[in-house]
């Protein structure tokens, strides 16, 4: 499964329906409201990087209140459950 972090400024006023359509697009998995300087973090999980060039170039532009996106594409997934499994096979 490949891992896209979408980091997404809106209009303001344009936030919540921005989210909820970008909640409604196959692929995404979760949208965050967040403080700083973005508005909205996406998370985005498919099965090949194809989709992950559709859904950010095709489907995200449709989406009213889009003001700039950044996309990141995750390589590897470091979390404590991970490092814990890892851990228990003996892996240093």
């Known amino acids: 499964m490949i891992t896209t972090i979408v980091l997404v400024n809106a209009e303001p006023r344009l936030i919540p329906t921005c989210a909820a359509a970008l ?13 700083g300087a ?16 559709k859904i950010v170039t095709e489907h995200f532009p449709t989406v009213p209140g889009i003001v700039k996106t950044t996309t990141l594409t995750a390589f ?8 814990e499994q890892a851990w228990d096979m003996g892996v240093d």
């Open 38 to 53: 973005w508005d909205l973090v996406v998370i985005v999980k498919v099965k090949e990087y194809e989709e992950i060039a």
């Open 76 to 83: 590897r997934a470091y979390s404590k459950a991970d490092l």
């Open 23 to 35: 909640a409604g697009i196959e692929g995404v998995t979760d949208v965050y409201s967040v403080s």
